[in-house]
């Protein structure tokens, strides 16, 4: 390979090689800093977890207190020895004896009123038994619940729109289908009429009587026109007697 790269008459043979002598070697600018880490780092795994401590005795397995921490051994000058690998103290927090936290946690309380029955020795308090009287003594005793108060009142709107409802229903009758095509036959006609009369107006309109006419004239003809819409959509159609003889 390196006859086809460097062929006969290239360049690189001009070039001086000696084969016996190497480059020299890559030297780090900062190698003291580097070394120095190296060292300082070096097994960093051992400086992890606790301090080194007497191992447990086997003898002490599964007994009482046995991983709890020994008591230092104080001094004459009422110190803490201080041993050979750590110092040890003790929890700040001792936990109380049950009978002294019992008598601290009952110490201010008040004893609440009951009754016991001798006969069977059977103790009750007074409040949910229901011998004080509490309810009575309340400000809103022996009034009606506002909830009964919102339910009347709904039960009684209910009966007024029935009985509303009733009476329109007895003060209206059904309009027979010969009157309601007689009664759309002469919507259709009143239509053409005012219609025909609303195309004849003038094209300008310059006084202001003119202008309120045509406006008069369009209102009739969009409620003449609801009119037949409502005709031709419903065949039930009821009636007051108020409204006999005038449009529907």
């Not at 001798?118 to 009034?143: M, N, T």
Request: aromatic share 6%.
């Amino acid at each position: 390979m390196s006859e086809a790269i460097n062929a006969k008459g290239s360049v690189q043979d001009w070039i001086p090689k000696d084969p016996g002598k190497k480059p020299p070697r890559y030297v780090p600018k900062h190698l003291a800093t580097i070394l120095l880490e190296q060292k300082s780092n070096k097994q960093a795994w051992k400086t992890m977890g606790p301090a080194k401590l007497e191992l447990p005795s086997p003898s002490n397995y599964l007994k009482k207190n046995a991983k709890r921490p020994k008591a230092p051994e104080r001094t004459g000058t009422g110190g803490i020895q201080k041993t050979s690998t750590t110092t040890v103290r003790l929890p700040l927090h001792v936990p109380l004896n049950p009978i002294k936290r019992a008598i601290i946690q009952t110490a201010d309380l008040k004893p609440k009123p009951s009754r016991v029955d001798f006969a069977q020795a059977h103790k009750q308090l007074l409040q949910s038994a229901g011998l004080i009287p509490k309810y009575i003594a309340k400000k809103d005793y022996g009034e009606v619940p506002m909830y009964l108060q919102k339910r009347r009142e709904a039960e009684q709107q209910v009966r007024d729109d029935h009985a509303r409802l009733e009476k329109e229903k007895q003060a209206t009758r059904q309009v027979s289908d010969e009157e309601r095509k007689a009664a759309l036959e002469g919507l259709k006609k009143k239509w053409h009429e005012v219609h025909r009369e609303y195309q004849g107006l003038p094209f300008i309109l310059y006084t202001p009587s003119q202008k309120g006419r045509k406006v008069h004239m369009e209102e009739q003809l969009t409620e003449l026109e609801k009119h037949i819409r409502l005709l031709e959509k419903f065949k039930t159609i009821y009636i007051s007697d108020a409204d006999v003889g005038g449009s529907p």
